[in-house]
């Protein structure tokens, strides 16, 4: 397992670096911003601007959200692709398949063991899971339009 994590999650997780299969690369919301400048500033400027926080308001989750309130999370969230990138570039144990499990995704008991088959199916191709709002809940996924999120997933509905 390759865990990304600043020092201070490092320090409270209480593991050490190299054991038992783990491999912690530090990593902060300054690198990030560093490694790519042009994708936080302008994502910046999107979760500052007055179309976003006024859809926070109307939304009511939005605007107490992390995605809303913490500078350098929406860098985090949409980064995690580059972080899988580097490490199955780095892949210590030389294996065929990396995947990004993400906590997040997990949050209500959604990653069962009866998915592994399912799972291991998949592994060839990229997957990327999102959770269906159902109608009427929210008009945006994560500050971004409906409208807009399913046409750029693809998904007709």
Known sequence: MILFMDAKTFAAANIQKHTNGIIVIPVTFEH??????????????????????KQAVHTGWLAQSPQAKLKGYNLLVMTK?????????????????????????????????DH????????????????EYPAGIADE??????????SYIGSPH
């Open 32 to 53: 990030l911003e560093n490694a790519f400048p042009n994708y936080f500033s302008r994502i910046e400027q999107i979760r500052n601007s007055k179309l976003y926080k």
């Open 81 to 113: 692709p580059f972080l899988l990138r580097w490490a199955s570039q780095l892949n210590p144990w030389r294996t065929q398949y990396f995947m990004f499990v993400d906590a997040g995704h997990d949050c209500i008991g959604a990653l069962k063991t």
């Open 116 to 131: 592994i088959n399912l799972l291991r199916h998949l592994m060839g191709k990229v997957l990327v899971t999102y959770f």
């Open 141 to 150: 996924t994560h500050g971004m339009p409906q409208r807009a999120y399913r």
